[in-house]
């Protein structure tokens, strides 16, 4: 049955979008910064990548690793001594020599990268300058790079899984194409209900406690458990012909609702609110917050391309073949509108980076150890004058903010000139 193959022909797309000069090298930008921040350990960091001790080689880099996940600890000579005043037999250091918390008390109170520096030699100079303690700029820029795309990812991740699984559901079932038992609507309607009293009202003490995250997830997985029971449930009870009352659901009508309310809200101040409520709020919070209120977008342009591909033939014919819903959804739907959501998901990422480093300048978000293009960019703040501070953390936001949207621009172009 080839009329149930995704009519969007990927390898053309790929070479439409990769024909556009602008929306090409915006992707080299992004895939650059995307191996920057994987290999940000090892681009800058104040441990060498290889040492030699009394005999003894090293690789402080992987042992870091190690020990963050407890599977190793350091050495006592490594925990009370610097690892640059070390007595090395070989040391390869890192293109940068600086972590992004390192402290350089010879090279502090913003000094900027034209000025004369106290260093011992060249391969530890400050290249982008450093900021008020001393810390380098470059290595912080390398260290907020992760962030950032972080950031773009996970909120982007939250924010499209729920608007795509609730687009998909209004524009496929609408008002009329969703049916079921009016004691299974009414136990769907309380369990889902109590579910979240449960996790957000009469356990509320676990949000100002600092467990917001872990309230909301669970929450989450609770309610998908809960959903997914009942549709199997009504779908056995469908199978036997035991329901012969049947309701009609506006399913389309319910979650457009939910869309307008949600959009309605104003997402800055919501997420200046929580953060206030929770004790110790951190990076993995803001992402959670950026996702959940920016899923709305997402689930608008889920909705209007299945009401556009509902109707095709090849659907149809998935209908006609007996398939149920859910299996004509995620075989035949969901691959054929997951390529235009990518236009949705690109201009998103560039908003999720904006708002957060809009956010870390504010000295919100960030756990203490943490390094973002916002936080640095809020350290220009208490000197003018250092310009370095504001200019490169500023670039490097103007550059991926920029490659996302004109990679969604490219996707979008390619698309329209695929599309038959």
């Known amino acids: ?28 930008v992004i895939q650059i910064l995307a191996v920057i921040a994987l290999l940000s350990d090892f681009l800058a960091n104040d441990k060498p990548l290889y040492c030699k001790i009394d005999g003894t080689s090293y690789f402080p880099v992987f042992k870091q690793y190690a020990v963050q996940l407890g599977l190793s600890t350091w050495d006592a000579q490594f925990v009370t001594k610097r690892w640059s005043e070390q ?23 913003f ?13 530890r100079r400050h290249w982008l300058g450093t900021d008020q303690l001393g810390r ?39 008002n009329n194409n969703l049916r079921t038992h009016p004691f299974i609507a009414f136990v769907g309607l309380v369990g889902l209900g109590w579910i979240w009293y449960y996790w957000m009202v009469s356990r509320s003490y676990g949000l100002l406690e600092g467990r917001w995250l872990q309230q909301v997830l669970t929450a989450l997985l609770y309610s998908m458990l809960f959903a997914l029971a009942l549709a199997r449930l009504n ?25 307008e309310i949600v959009s309605a809200l104003p997402g800055l101040m919501l997420i200046l609110a929580i953060t206030a409520l929770i004790k110790n709020p951190g990076i993995y919070d803001i992402m959670l ?18 009401i556009r591909i509902r109707s095709l033939e090849y659907l149809q014919a998935a209908r006609v ?52 293009w916002g936080s640095l960019l809020n350290m220009a703040k208490s000197n003018i004058s250092a310009w370095w501070m504001a200019v490169f953390p500023g670039l490097a936001i103007f550059a991926l903010v920029l490659s996302f949207n004109l990679v969604g621009e490219g996707l979008s172009n390619a698309i329209e000139r695929t599309t038959p």
């Not at 990268?113 to 011992?120: G, I, S, T």
């Not at 924010?159 to 559901?169: E, V």
């Not at 469908?238 to 309701?247: C, F, H, S, V």
Request: proline fraction near 6%; charged fraction near 15%.
């Open 1 to 28: 049955m080839t009329e149930l193959s995704n009519p969007i022909q990927h390898p053309r797309l790929r070479n439409r979008f990769l024909s556009q000069p602008i929306a090409r090298r915006a992707y080299r």
């Open 87 to 109: 007595s090395f037999e070989v040391a390869i250091w890192p293109p940068i020599p600086y972590a992004a918390h390192t402290i350089d008390l010879k090279n502090g109170r």
């Open 111 to 123: 000094t900027s990268p034209l000025a004369p520096q106290r260093v011992e030699k060249l391969s």
């Open 136 to 174: 380098d700029l470059a290595a912080g820029l390398i260290a907020g790079t992760r962030t950032a795309l972080l950031v773009g990812l996970v909120a982007m991740a939250i924010a499209g899984s729920i608007g795509i699984l609730l687009g998909t559901a209004a524009g496929y079932f609408g």
């Open 235 to 259: 779908r056995l009870l469908q199978r036997n012909g035991t329901l012969r009352t049947t309701i009609r659901i506006p399913l389309d009508d319910i979650i457009l609702r939910i869309i």
């Open 289 to 306: 917050i950026i996702g959940l209120i920016s899923w709305t977008g997402i689930a608008r342009f889920a909705r209007a391309e299945m």
């Open 321 to 372: 073949l007996g398939y149920g819903h859910w299996r004509i959804i995620r075989r035949h739907a969901l691959p054929n509108i997951l390529t235009p959501l990518l236009i949705s998901l690109a201009f998103g990422m560039s908003g999720a980076v904006l708002l957060e480093a809009f956010l870390s300048f504010l000295g919100l978000g960030l756990d203490a150890e943490a390094t973002s």
